[in-house]
């Protein structure tokens, strides 16, 4: 869960999977509220309890929402009802294909009101307007920003063309460490509502995120056409001296060749700092089980970047040029002939 204001109106963000997403969202709503908006946040029974939490406490509690007959719990929809009667008002997609055309512009701001949303570009559209805030276009951007097939240059407005594209720049999600993701996700938010507000500096700096990330890309499939293969199930690619490259696109490309293992010889890093070159390895997710890349170091060696090696896990390794060409590229052609 994430959470900033909208012009006045807090807004919190976050999905309703588990108890503990329930009991986080009815600790950060402070207890002088008087009326909660939850929308786009399809029903389930943790946000039939949320809500009922709510009304037993003496909150007037809203839902608009645009997933009915969806997800494992339909019947959940019903349970929201039951609470809140005319004032949930769940539809179907085919009915509201984004959900700001839900909420009436401004409809939910003033002193102790809160916004509880789903955390995507839909349901920051609808806590937007429901606040108070919106731009040229918001609801047609609402309808694409759900379906992402839709989402293109020529179906969104240039500014909802820029923020769709800064989503993919958002580090991913880390189950050890949610926090990064969630945070980056946040602040992506919060720019973009500014920059909706017609703040320059929000919107360049969206833009600029966009173009770093689209040269990053441009980048990495350019050097993706220089992998080779220096044995069987092995994929290749020098990227020394090259500029800043998309990580995630370079790898899908090798791991495009249907190779095992792939491997990047680079300029940074812990060994290319004590060797000027280091090789890194790494095993393609579905072959982990197979493959064991210590295996490929003899026994006994050391493990270090002034050794020229790091082999701590199964499926990463890092080595220096000459180790690479002295023990691991042999102990790969004798593995995979
Ligand atoms: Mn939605």
């Known amino acids: 869960m994430f959470s900033f204001s909208i012009a006045t109106t807090p807004a919190l963000f976050t999905k309703f999977f588990a108890a503990v997403d329930r009991e986080a969202t009815l600790a950060a709503i402070p207890s002088d509220t008087r009326r909660v908006l939850f929308v786009d946040t399809p029903s389930?029974?943790?946000?039939?309890?949320?809500?009922?939490?709510?009304?037993?406490?003496?909150?007037e509690v809203h839902v608009r929402d645009h997933h009915r007959g969806e997800g494992r719990n339909p019947e959940a929809a019903e349970a929201v009802e039951a609470v809140l009667g005319g004032n949930a008002r769940i539809v179907d997609r085919k009915t509201s294909p984004g959900c700001a055309v839900l909420v009436e512009l401004g409809e939910f701001t003033g002193e102790g009101t809160?916004?509880?949303?789903?955390?995507?570009?839909?349901?920051?559209?609808?806590?937007?307007?429901?606040?108070?805030?919106?731009?040229?276009?918001?609801?047609?951007?609402a309808e694409i920003f759900d379906v992402r097939p839709k989402q293109s240059a020529e179906t969104l407005t240039p500014l909802g063309w820029t923020v769709v594209r800064a989503l993919s720049t958002l580090p991913s999600f880390n189950p050890q460490r949610p926090e990064i993701a969630e945070n980056a996700k946040a602040e992506l938010f919060q720019s973009?509502?500014?920059?909706?507000?017609?703040?320059?500096?929000?919107?360049?700096?969206?833009?600029?995120k966009v173009a770093a990330y689209e040269a990053g890309v441009a980048e990495a499939k350019r050097l993706a056409e220089g992998i080779t293969s220096p044995c069987a199930q092995v994929s290749f690619v020098d990227t020394c001296g090259a500029p800043r490259h998309d990580l995630n696109t370079l790898t899908q490309a090798m791991e495009a060749t249907g190779c095992k293992v792939t491997v990047v010889r680079k300029d940074a890093g812990p060994i290319a700092a004590a060797h000027r070159v280091q090789y890194s390895l790494a095993v393609v997710r579905k072959h982990?089980?197979?493959i064991d890349l210590r295996n490929l170091v003899p026994e006994g060696s050391e493990s270090s970047p002034k050794a020229g090696i790091i082999s701590n896990t199964s499926f990463l390794l890092h080595c220096s040029e000459k180790?690479?060409?002295?023990?691991?590229?042999?102990?790969?052609?004798?593995?995979?002939?």
């Open 288 to 290: 982990q089980e197979e």
């Open 114 to 141: 809160v916004i509880v949303a789903d955390p995507d570009l839909d349901g920051l559209t609808a806590s937007m307007k429901a606040a108070g805030v919106s731009y040229e276009g918001l609801e047609q951007d």
């Open 192 to 208: 973009f509502v500014k920059a909706a507000s017609g703040d320059a500096e929000a919107r360049a700096g969206l833009e600029a």
């Open 323 to 337: 180790v690479w060409e002295e023990v691991i590229l042999p102990a790969l052609r004798v593995r995979f002939g």
């Open 44 to 59: 389930t029974p943790e946000l039939a309890e949320t809500v009922k939490a709510l009304v037993e406490l003496g909150v």
